[in-house]
T-cell receptor
């Protein structure tokens, strides 16, 4: 079955540590997205990529980094510069050329600070 | 810039009663509109979408929404609530850059 796989489901970070969240899709979608979800704040866009080797900052990119070396993979690194990283992180994908196509979501990674 | 407002961060209805979740948007161009549902510790699932054509859109699990351009609204309804409908619901609008803008969500509680 086609879909988006995020791993791990739960992740713990120590102060000053970088951590990487994995996102893999087998839907052959061009566009991929990372969102951060906090209670009562909905989804906020961190980074997105429309093509391999290219990505753009979203609304809250500070303290995060991404790469897009393969079409099916879009890992997110939460760096030590992100002072409040505790949140639920969602990865999504969509076909590039169709604005009316909805995004498909993974099941998320919950990041907590030790 | 486009935006989405969901009225009510929490809504409670009795089992079997009508569900109404409100969504208003702002857009300078004809929008594409979506409703998503999220169950605890899961990603978002698409309930329904409006692109063009019929303004009353039917989705999964008995939900439907009506696009009203004059009111800039896209409210989500279901005639009879079920306990399994308890979840968080997000309204979203698509802008020209292929990004989807999400509302802050409405948590639906079903009372027995």
């Amino acid at each position: 079955d086609g879909g988006i796989t995020q791993s791990p489901k739960y992740l713990f970070r120590k102060e000053g540590q970088n951590v990487t969240l994995s996102c893999e899709q087998n839907l052959n979608h061009d566009a991929m997205y990372w969102y951060r979800q906090d209670p009562g704040q909905g989804l906020r866009l961190i980074y997105y990529s429309q093509i391999v080797n290219d990505f753009q900052k979203g609304d809250i990119a500070e303290g995060y980094s991404v790469s897009r070396e393969k079409k099916e993979s879009f890992p997110l690194t939460v760096t030590s510069a992100q002072k409040n990283p505790t949140a639920f992180y969602l990865c999504a994908s969509s076909p590039l050329t169709a604005l009316n196509q909805p995004q498909h979501f993974g099941d998320g990674t919950r990041l907590s600070i030790l | 810039a486009q935006s989405v407002t969901q009225l009510g961060s929490h809504v409670s209805v009795s089992e079997g009663a009508l569900v109404l979740l409100r969504c208003n948007y702002s857009s300078s161009v004809p929008p594409y509109l979506f409703w998503y549902v999220q169950y605890p510790n899961q990603g978002l699932q698409l309930l329904l979408k409006y692109t063009t054509g019929a303004t009353l859109v039917k989705g999964i699990n008995g939900f439907e929404a009506e696009f009203k351009k004059s009111e800039t609204s896209f409210h989500l309804t279901k005639p009879s609530a079920h306990m399994s409908d308890a979840a968080e619901y997000f309204c979203a609008v698509s802008d020209r850059d292929d990004k989807i803008i999400f509302g802050k969500g409405t948590r639906l509680h079903i009372l027995p």
